[in-house]
């Protein structure tokens, strides 16, 4: 059967179509696309309006694609850099974090088995590395090959120091900066912060404070190296070889350790066996409350045999105010030259032990000749303290304020006598 189904309406095929080539004439010449409802496919259609251009405005950048095309460069050479500090932010909030933490559980006296891990992090994110670039020609290069080196020679230094209050001020060793032309110091969260201040130095205790610019920074806080005995136990951190952070532990091995300095005078220390090697000096040593109980500065022999120095935190913690507050150290003077007491001495003199520090010179004008010590005296007693040997005496001078009188017991012959000396201000050059 056709698809087109016969119908009384519907003429079939056979019966009144048309021939096929007459049937084509019916259709348009244009394809029917749509028939309105109601309307006839045959029925006349109305004419084509004319096609109407409208032209297209001119287009316009927008300001902040331009703005952006603009910026592009600076977005890209910029990119290292803010990705740097995004880096460091999430670094030292991370450890800011665990710093404050640590040192609420400090506060609270956690157990011993746990005490280390909290005492590092309530003290690693204050210790910091030092590096320094020093331009001077060593000795060792004869002067007629010296001209070869400058400006082009560089030493290179390195250490550890500790941040003592947020504002940025630190401690270390003066000779990790000794004659430094340029001072670099990295944090522990990643940032270098570089040209640090340096805000004063003392030769003679080997200390100096820096100061650096920089935000979110965590402060140890001061111990008392006098409450300090003999078998406590201590924890060094530093970053000796360059390896930063460094943590190593010990016990105090002896107190009042003195030595003389190249720079005059004496020095005091602590003697700890908490390893110490060279990029350690200037770091903090610190007790189990994780507070700073000396500086770390010197090691017995060329490398760690059991034997390490520091500063106690008295000596330095007065130090590094003088420094801040005034840039310069005063220092208190008497103006002698002593010797160590020796046993005939002590029989000449009828003492129990040869202790004490003998006058060999009164040195002109000075507290000592205006208060009339002579040579051959003994120094027993200083503010009514003893005084065990010279280096004592040294310290306990150099502690003394100036302009203080202090009573000085003396042995003169066979006689004990009391004197007062007002202390003066040692000269730079004595």
Same mark, same amino acid.
């Given at each position: 059967?056709?698809?087109? =189904?016969?119908?009384?309406?519907?003429?079939?095929? +056979?019966?009144?179509?048309?021939?096929?080539? =007459?049937? $084509?004439?019916?259709?348009? $010449?244009? &394809?029917?696309?749509?028939?309105?409802?109601?309307?006839?496919?045959?029925?006349?259609?109305?004419?084509?309006?004319?096609?109407?251009?409208?032209?297209?405005?001119?287009?316009?950048?927008?300001?902040?694609?331009?703005?952006?095309?603009?910026?592009?460069?600076?977005?890209?050479?910029?990119?290292?850099? %803010?990705?740097?500090?995004?880096?460091?932010?999430?670094?030292?909030?991370? %450890?800011?974090?665990?710093? +404050?933490?640590?040192?609420?559980?400090?506060?609270?006296?956690?157990?011993?088995? /746990?005490?280390?891990?909290?005492?590092?992090?309530?003290?690693?994110?204050?210790?910091?590395?030092?590096?320094?670039?020093?331009?001077?020609?060593?000795?060792?290069?004869?002067?007629?090959?010296?001209?070869?080196?400058?400006? /082009?020679?560089?030493?290179?230094?390195?250490?550890?120091?500790?941040?003592?209050?947020? $504002?940025?001020?630190?401690?270390?060793?003066?000779?990790?900066?000794?004659?430094?032309?340029?001072?670099?110091?990295?944090?522990?969260?990643?940032?270098?912060?570089?040209?640090?201040?340096?805000? @004063?130095?003392?030769?003679?205790?080997?200390?100096?404070?820096? #100061?650096?610019?920089?935000?979110?920074?965590?402060?140890?806080?001061?111990?008392?190296?006098?409450?300090?005995?003999?078998?406590?136990?201590?924890?060094?951190? @530093?970053?000796?070889?360059? %390896?930063?952070?460094?943590?190593?532990?010990?016990?105090?091995?002896? #107190?009042?350790?003195?030595?003389?300095?190249?720079?005059?005078?004496?020095? +005091?220390?602590?003697?700890?066996?908490?390893?110490?090697? &060279?990029?350690?000096?200037?770091?903090? %040593?610190?007790?189990?409350?994780?507070?700073?109980?000396?500086?770390?500065?010197?090691?017995?022999?060329?490398?760690?045999?059991?034997?390490?120095?520091?500063?106690?935190?008295?000596?330095?913690?007065?130090?590094?105010?003088?420094?801040?507050?005034?840039?310069?150290?005063?220092?208190?003077?008497?103006?002698?030259?002593?010797?160590?007491?020796?046993?005939?001495?002590?029989?000449? @003199?009828?003492?129990?032990?040869?202790?004490?520090?003998?006058?060999?010179?009164?040195?002109?004008?000075?507290?000592?000749?205006?208060?009339?010590?002579?040579?051959?005296?003994?120094?027993?007693?200083?503010?009514?303290?003893?005084?065990? =040997?010279?280096?004592?005496?040294?310290?306990?001078?150099?502690?003394?304020?100036? @302009?203080? #009188?202090?009573?000085?017991?003396?042995?003169?012959?066979? /006689?004990?006598?009391?004197? +007062?000396? =007002?202390?003066?201000?040692?000269?730079?050059?004595?």
């Amino acid at each position: 059967m056709s698809v087109f =189904e016969s119908g009384p309406d519907r003429p079939s095929p +056979e019966e009144g179509s048309p021939p096929a080539s =007459e049937r $084509e004439t019916w259709r348009d $010449e244009e &394809p029917i696309s749509a028939v309105a409802v109601g309307e006839s496919p045959l029925s006349p259609r109305p004419p084509r309006p004319a096609p109407v251009t409208v032209p297209h405005p001119p287009q316009r950048v927008r300001p902040a694609l331009l703005l952006l095309v603009l910026l592009m460069p600076v977005i890209l050479l910029a990119a290292p850099y %803010l990705l740097e500090a995004v880096s460091h932010a999430w670094s030292r909030g991370k %450890l800011r974090a665990e710093f +404050e933490v640590a040192r609420q559980v400090l506060d609270q006296s956690p157990e011993p088995r /746990e005490r280390f891990r909290w005492i590092v992090r309530g003290v690693s994110p204050a210790v910091v590395g030092i590096e320094t670039v020093r331009r001077d020609v060593p000795a060792s290069v004869p002067d007629e090959w010296r001209h070869f080196f400058q400006p /082009e020679f560089r030493e290179g230094g390195m250490g550890s120091g500790v941040i003592v209050d947020p $504002e940025g001020y630190l401690v270390t060793n003066f000779h990790v900066i000794n004659e430094a032309s340029r001072i670099t110091v990295r944090l522990a969260d990643g940032r270098t912060v570089h040209n640090a201040a340096v805000v @004063g130095a003392d030769p003679v205790n080997d200390l100096a404070v820096l #100061k650096i610019s920089a935000a979110g920074l965590s402060a140890v806080p001061w111990g008392d190296s006098d409450q300090l005995e003999v078998g406590d136990a201590v924890l060094a951190i @530093g970053n000796p070889y360059g %390896l930063s952070h460094t943590v190593t532990a010990g016990i105090i091995s002896a #107190k009042e350790r003195r030595a003389a300095t190249n720079a005059g005078g004496y020095q +005091e220390f602590l003697q700890t066996d908490a390893a110490l090697n &060279p990029g350690n000096s200037g770091g903090p %040593l610190v007790d189990m409350k994780g507070r700073i109980v000396g500086i770390n500065t010197a090691i017995f022999g060329e490398a760690y045999r059991g034997i390490s120095f520091a500063i106690p935190s008295r000596v330095v913690q007065d130090i590094y105010r003088q420094l801040r507050d005034t840039g310069r150290i005063s220092r208190g003077w008497l103006g002698v030259q002593m010797e160590e007491v020796s046993e005939r001495d002590a029989r000449r @003199g009828n003492l129990e032990s040869a202790s004490g520090a003998k006058v060999v010179r009164v040195v002109p004008g000075s507290p000592a000749d205006a208060a009339g010590l002579q040579p051959d005296d003994i120094i027993l007693t200083w503010d009514g303290k003893p005084i065990p =040997e010279p280096a004592a005496l040294s310290i306990a001078v150099a502690r003394s304020a100036v @302009g203080t #009188k202090v009573k000085v017991g003396i042995l003169r012959g066979t /006689e004990r006598l009391e004197l +007062e000396i =007002e202390v003066a201000e040692r000269p730079l050059q004595f």
